[in-house]
């Protein structure tokens, strides 16, 4: 069955430290993959996509993600984070020819000031 | 201002009462869908729709129903709703070539069933 696991389930981090969260999904064609956020209280909200070109995609808020094929992975990271980037953080995968989103279980981040 | 809107925002009910949840969205988009967030199994697929008169099934559509009669309103139906289907519900909508597109979230209904 098609799925998308993320291994931590809970980070607790101080400001400045660097972020990096895992995302690893289970479907063998093309597949298109997202990093939605959810703040406390708020929307989801797009972080990032890929969909293919440059493995590395870029997104709002200095996030980056790199997608790996060999490793069915699309590890979401940030340098430095900030205080106001405590979120729960979701990956998710489209696989190709259908409708359907499929997430992850999320990781909460909080940010210690 | 574009939104994905839904009504209620929180909703007590008891088991067994028809209840309906609905979503409308004011993009012209012409996917949407429905989703239950759930704590550690992140957010499921009710059911979606990639436009009028076309629904499919998603990952967890036991117990509830869609319609999507015009392209702006996608309700979900609880025709005897039960305590596993406490939730917090959301839908969202996208432009066509969903796979591609983000998907625009509305605000969430908390959903206790006792």
């Known amino acids: 069955a098609q799925s998308v696991s993320q291994h931590n389930h809970h980070v607790i981090l101080s400001e400045a430290a660097s972020l990096e969260l895992g995302c690893n999904y289970s479907?063998?064609?093309?597949?298109?993959l997202f990093w939605y956020v959810q703040y406390p209280g708020q929307h989801l909200q797009l972080l990032l996509k890929?969909?293919?070109?440059?493995?590395l995609v870029k997104g709002i808020k200095g996030f980056e993600a790199e997608f790996i094929k060999s490793k069915f992975s699309f590890n979401l990271r940030k340098p430095s984070v900030q205080w106001s980037d405590t979120a729960e953080y979701f990956c998710?995968?489209?696989?190709?020819?259908?409708?359907?989103?499929?997430f992850g279980q999320g990781t909460t981040l909080q940010v210690k000031p | 201002e574009a939104q994905v809107t839904q009504n209620p925002r929180y909703l007590i009910t008891v088991t067994g009462k028809k209840l309906t949840v609905t979503c409308s969205q004011n993009?012209?988009?012409?996917?949407m869908s429905w989703y239950r967030q759930d704590p550690g199994l992140g957010l499921r697929q009710i059911y979606y729709?990639?436009?009028?008169?076309?629904?499919d099934k998603g990952d967890v559509p036991e117990g509830y129903k869609v319609s999507r009669k015009e392209k702006r309103n996608f309700p979900l139906i609880l025709e005897s709703p039960s305590p596993n289907q406490t939730s917090l519900y959301f839908c969202?909508?996208?432009?066509?070539?969903?796979?591609?597109?983000?998907?625009?979230f509305g605000p969430g209904t908390r959903l206790t069933v006792l």
């Open positions: 969202a909508s996208s432009l066509p070539g969903q796979l591609y597109n983000e998907q625009f």
């Open positions: 479907y063998g064609g093309t597949v298109n």
């Open positions: 890929y969909f293919s070109g440059d493995p």
């Open positions: 998710a995968a489209t696989p190709s020819n259908t409708g359907k989103l499929i």
């Open positions: 993009m012209n988009h012409e996917y």
């Open positions: 729709s990639m436009n009028v008169e076309v629904t």
